[in-house]
Nanobody, 125 residues
Framework: VQLQASGGGLVQPGGSLRLSCAAS????????MGWFRQAPGKEREFVAG????????AFADYVKGRFTIVRDNAKNTVYLQMNSLGPEDTAVYSC???????????????????WGQGTLVTVSS
C-alpha cells in the first residue's frame, strides 16, 4: 500500500485542521492506521490510531479529546481531525499502516510497515 498525507498548513492557536492519508495499491480497511508526529529537535511520537476493523481507536494523552481519527472506505482515506490546536502541536505529521490482525493498535513506529511522507502543521499567531 502507498500512503499520501496532506492537509497540513499554518493555523492560529485554537484553530482546527484536518489531515488526510490517502491509500493506494490496497484497501485501507485491511490495515491498522496510525498518525505520528515529529517536532523539531524531538523524537517521533504516536498521535492516534484506528484499528483495521474500525472497531477501536487510540489516542495519545496529549491529544485526547481534541483529535479524532476516522476512515472513509469509499475514498480509501483516513482522516485526522485536529481541534483546539496549540503551538505544542506544531510538527511534521505522518501516517502509517500495518496489515490488520493485531488485537491492539500499535503505538510504536517500528510496528508499522508502510509510511507516507509527512505534512507540516504549524500552529502560530
Amino acid at each position: 500500500v502507498q500512503l499520501q498525507a496532506s492537509g497540513g498548513g499554518l493555523v492560529q492557536p485554537g484553530g482546527s485542521l484536518r489531515l488526510s492519508c490517502a491509500a493506494s495499491g490496497n484497501t485501507v480497511s485491511r490495515y491498522t492506521m496510525g498518525w505520528f508526529r515529529q517536532a523539531p529537535g524531538k523524537e517521533r511520537e504516536f498521535v492516534a490510531g484506528l484499528r483495521w476493523s474500525g472497531s477501536a481507536t487510540a489516542f495519545a494523552d496529549y491529544v485526547k479529546g481534541r483529535f479524532t481519527i476516522v476512515r472513509d472506505n469509499a475514498k480509501n482515506t483516513v482522516y485526522l481531525q485536529m481541534n483546539s490546536l496549540g503551538p505544542e502541536d506544531t510538527a511534521v505529521y505522518s501516517c502509517a499502516a500495518v496489515l490488520g490482525g493485531r488485537p491492539y493498535i500499535p503505538r510504536r513506529g517500528p510496528e508499522y510497515d508502510y509510511w507516507g511522507q509527512g505534512t507540516l502543521v504549524t500552529v502560530s499567531s
